[in-house]
């Protein structure tokens, strides 16, 4: 059984962008067990790609190229194992502090999908460094994209501030758990961002199994399919 005998249609996106599937290195899986009946779950739904992105955290998560891709080659065999048809790829969700700059100037960023590089700021405040870390990633040659864009507060009162970020060469990957239709201002936001097609990517986030069921609910949504009939979404190129 498939996502289209379940749902009596296609899912268009066949490739994630955005999930923490790689055990016991940040606040996602903690085993391999956990992240292949996440994976058979992935797969159900459609997807034959996916792109886990562990935290990069200077204090809380300090993942780095060799740590990432000896837990990926780890899950890689497992689902070998499980004779499970889909390929996984590792990027990197990377926090936006003063080490990140760093990387960035010593070129050590883990990108997908050639340059893009998937990155994440404090909820409740906008970091002094921002600006200075997009102009970074741009004259490196990377392109960023900023993971659930509708999930930070000071940007939330004035969606000139996004359009602001987009100008600047930003691209927005909003979670796919942020268009069940609820009234909070995360859901809220993530609509106008629908309505203004301002969304380059959906991703899932998915951390562990009731994200991926909650997201297989939302699939079938109006939510889900005016993401994709208003913007250009990136995801399987």
Do not use: C, W
């Given at each position: 059984?498939?996502?289209?005998?379940?749902?009596?249609?296609?899912?268009?996106?066949?490739?994630?962008?955005?999930s923490?599937?790689?055990?016991?290195?940040?606040?996602?899986?903690?085993t391999?067990?956990?992240?292949?009946?996440?994976?058979k779950?992935?797969?159900?739904?459609g997807?034959?790609?996916?792109?886990?992105?562990?935290?990069?955290?200077?204090?809380?998560?300090?993942?780095?190229?060799?740590?990432?891709?000896?837990?990926?080659?780890?899950?890689?065999?497992?689902?070998?194992?499980?004779?499970?048809d889909?390929?996984?790829?590792?990027?990197?969700?990377?926090?936006?502090?003063?080490?990140?700059?760093?990387l960035?100037?010593?070129?050590?960023?883990?990108?997908?999908?050639?340059?893009?590089?998937?990155?994440?700021?404090?909820?409740?405040?906008?970091p002094?460094?921002?600006?200075?870390?997009i102009?970074?990633?741009?004259?490196?040659?990377?392109i960023?994209?900023?993971?659930?864009?509708?999930r930070?507060?000071?940007?939330?009162?004035?969606?000139?501030?996004?359009?602001?970020?987009?100008?600047?060469?930003v691209?927005?990957?909003?979670?796919?758990?942020?268009l069940?239709?609820?009234?909070?201002?995360?859901?809220?936001?993530?609509q106008?961002?629908?309505?203004l097609g301002?969304?380059?990517?959906?991703?899932?986030?998915?951390?562990?199994?009731k994200?991926?069921?909650?997201?297989?609910?939302?699939?079938q949504?109006?939510?889900y399919?005016?993401?994709?009939k208003?913007?250009?979404?990136?995801?399987?190129?």
């Amino acid at each position: 059984m498939n996502f289209h005998t379940l749902f009596g249609y296609k899912n268009p996106i066949t490739t994630d962008i955005h999930s923490h599937l790689l055990p016991g290195i940040d606040d996602g899986v903690k085993t391999i067990k956990d992240a292949i009946e996440i994976i058979k779950k992935f797969k159900l739904l459609g997807y034959s790609k996916l792109i886990t992105t562990p935290h990069v955290m200077s204090d809380a998560y300090p993942n780095n190229p060799a740590i990432i891709h000896e837990k990926l080659s780890l899950v890689q065999e497992a689902i070998q194992e499980e004779n499970i048809d889909i390929v996984l790829e590792a990027g990197a969700e990377y926090y936006v502090d003063m080490p990140f700059l760093e990387l960035i100037e010593e070129d050590e960023l883990i990108t997908f999908q050639g340059n893009y590089v998937l990155f994440e700021t404090a909820y409740n405040s906008k970091p002094l460094i921002l600006e200075e870390a997009i102009y970074e990633m741009l004259e490196k040659g990377y392109i960023p994209v900023l993971a659930h864009p509708e999930r930070y507060l000071y940007l939330h009162n004035d969606i000139e501030r996004y359009k602001q970020l987009k100008i600047l060469g930003v691209l927005f990957q909003v979670n796919i758990r942020s268009l069940d239709r609820k009234s909070n201002s995360i859901n809220k936001t993530a609509q106008k961002l629908v309505q203004l097609g301002l969304v380059d990517f959906l991703g899932s986030d998915v951390h562990r199994m009731k994200d991926i069921q909650k997201i297989e609910k939302i699939l079938q949504g109006n939510g889900y399919k005016q993401a994709i009939k208003n913007n250009t979404i990136l995801n399987n190129q």
